[in-house]
């Protein structure tokens, strides 16, 4: 994060000490080690892949004009869009630079893919905002990309370091996608049921932004005509008032559409811990798969 | 710019359709075949250097607020900053892909730090803005690193897909990082001395913003005590009136400034033509040598 521009490291430092799970990076590592991994590479590649992450948090703050992060003052709100934007460009390239100096053209094919794809699936849930036609699938498609690919990337990275055979790069991969996709569905399912003082961003946010998630998608396909034209004001018109979102949660709660969510994300869960079935039972293996549990049974 | 997310390639195709000098990608061309070159990696490094360019682009305008670029609506006007920031972030992982599939991990190195730098340049004129005590040196040191390190970059790329000794790739950086200065010293002059409908963006946006360029510098220092107050309330306070932007070009009428900038910018442009001297005489060698000249004298 060093640079002779003082705002960058402040700025960096800022989202740093702000906290966060690192669980992709903690995925990069242990994947390594899950591959009998033994160097030291595999600490700076799960750096570069906090970077990119973090790059994304800056950017899709400034994007959804977030005021919290992690239960702080988003960088956004403290340091202005404008810084946002351009050290998540910083800390974006140096990401990069870290990779040349690791030197594995496949390393940086995985993880430069992966950033493109994470664009892609913002991009997407920009384009579906506000659309409550948007599919189950078209939702899927959304976090797969800007969620679960960075996840994937990252633990495949791990089993690339080793110089695994391609099976186990591919089930790591395969754990980290269906991990990530587990992960979004909590996220997504905690933005309308989390105690906001645990969840350390603003419960409602998603509501706010007109953003289409499951619980949304399953209490709109329940709901009665006068529910529907509920959920067509507030998310398609983005007509909303003081106690509108009371009321989605209401209307959540009634269709069960917080445990459909979650039982989506046990299974993507469940197919992440059998995709590990490649790999020996003991320590590392038995990590990961409390990972996957853990990321369906946290509250925040 | 291909996706299956249509909203990217339509605001990519936006911004190519809008035009623009394309500077940047010819000077990896023309430099490849000033070494001698005769392969085909140079046309897609020099796609890559303008994908990089395109994303600063998208950014920067977010960052400005810009409503016009290239004489066109800035995609942010058209698409919404949400969209810019997100393709922004998409072209420049596309670049890294790009670069991946020409396999050079020394190109890889040239363009992510270049990146790297271009950020930093920002943030230190997001640091600089509306502040008059910005030494001169500060200045070139931002214009140096948001605009001539990507001249730098996208000339030593040419010599190095080329495979030609270090001493012609430093001798092409150094061209590309004179002729960056340069190129920005006139951007600056242009921004107040420029006829509107041939510059293609609104004059005095570099006024508005308060943003410390060398024109400014030379008035500031050169103004007598009310002059020197009505800068600090226009830039350093951004207390700007509607008749404001036409003191200002009267200030900077009085003490010769644009003359000023436009010299220094002609002694860069020198330095950019000698650093050629390592050539031979002939076809391409004088070509960039004409780019140089051109910088200086163009008027948009």
């Known amino acids: 994060m060093d640079s002779s521009v003082p705002l960058i490291p402040q700025l ?8 966060g799970k690192r669980l992709r990076p903690v995925l990069t590592l242990a994947s390594a080690k899950l591959c009998g991994y033994s160097g030291a590479r595999h600490i700076n590649l799960a750096a570069c892949v906090e970077f990119i992450h973090t790059a994304t948090l800056l950017h899709d703050d ?13 960088a956004n709100a403290v340091f202005g869009n404008q810084a946002s934007v351009l050290v998540g460009d910083f800390l974006f390239a140096r990401a990069f630079q870290l990779m040349v100096a690791d030197g594995s053209l496949k390393v940086l094919d995985i993880l430069s893919r992966a950033a493109a794809t994470i664009a892609e ?14 599919s189950d699938a078209k939702y899927l498609e959304v976090i797969q990309g800007k969620t679960a690919a960075l996840f994937a990337a990252a633990c495949q990275v791990g089993a690339v370091v080793a110089d695994r055979p391609e099976a186990e790069e591919r089930a790591l991969a395969e ?65 909303q008032a003081d106690d509108d979102l009371e009321t989605a949660l209401r209307l959540i709660a009634r269709h069960g559409a917080i445990q459909a969510t979650l039982d989506r994300a046990t299974a ?27 990321t369906v049974n946290r509250v925040r």
Chains 1, 2 share one sequence.
Request: charged residues 25%; glycine residues 10%.
């Open 62 to 74: 400034v994007v959804d004009e977030s005021e919290l992060r992690r239960g702080q003052a988003s």
């Open 268 to 294: 993507f869960a469940a197919d992440a811990k059998r995709a590990l079935a490649t790999f020996p039972p003991g320590g590392l293996r038995e990590s990961l798969m409390a990972v996957a549990d853990y």
């Open 12 to 19: 960096a430092a800022h989202i740093v000490a702000a906290g």
């Open 121 to 134: 699936g913002e991009v997407l849930q920009l384009a579906t905002q506000n659309d409550l036609s948007t």
């Open 175 to 239: 754990y980290g996608m269906a991990l990530g996709i587990a992960f979004q569905l909590v996220d997504d399912a905690l933005d309308y049921a989390a105690d906001q003082a645990t969840l350390g961003k603003t419960v409602g946010d998603d509501f706010r932004e007109g953003k289409i998630t499951l619980p949304v998608l399953v209490a709109y396909h329940a709901g009665d005509l006068e529910e529907c034209e509920f959920w067509r004001r507030t998310i398609e018109e983005g007509a």
